[in-house]
Nanobody, 111 residues
Framework: EVPLQASGGGLVQPGGSLRLSCAASGFTFSDYAMNWIRQAPGKGVEWVSRINFDGTRTNYADSVKGRFTISRDNAKNTLYLQMDSLKPEDTAVYYC????RGQGTQVTVSS
């Protein structure tokens, strides 16, 4: 069983939207702040967004502020990332991260 499994990635045109999900298992999800991070081809890991344990506080990298929205459903042990107005520079593998880093999902923004 994978503790954190991201899904929802894919190919989307510039200006489009995607919603990523991250299913958590094997630990008490509601005890942890969670993050989304990403890694573009040939680049280092970039922090994208953070949400506190109960979803009342969120933070965003300047590069995604106003376009991405992080949320969580502790009853479903699931973390989300709504991505709107996507740009080619958002192309990356996206990972959710809490007490550990999960498996990623590829997001490609291209016409």
């Amino acid at each position: 069983e994978v503790p954190l499994q991201a899904s929802g990635g894919g190919l989307v045109q510039p200006g489009g939207s995607l919603r990523l999900s991250c299913a958590a298992s094997g630990f008490t999800f509601s005890d942890y702040a969670m993050n989304w991070i990403r890694q573009a081809p040939g680049k280092g890991v970039e922090w994208v967004s953070r949400i506190n344990f109960d979803g009342t506080r969120t933070n965003y990298a300047d590069s995604v502020k106003g376009r991405f929205t992080i949320s969580r459903d502790n009853a479903k042990n699931t973390l989300y990332l709504q991505m709107d107005s996507l740009k080619p520079e958002d192309t990356a593998v996206y990972y959710c991260e809490g007490p550990m880093r999960g498996q990623g999902t590829q997001v490609t923004v291209s016409s």
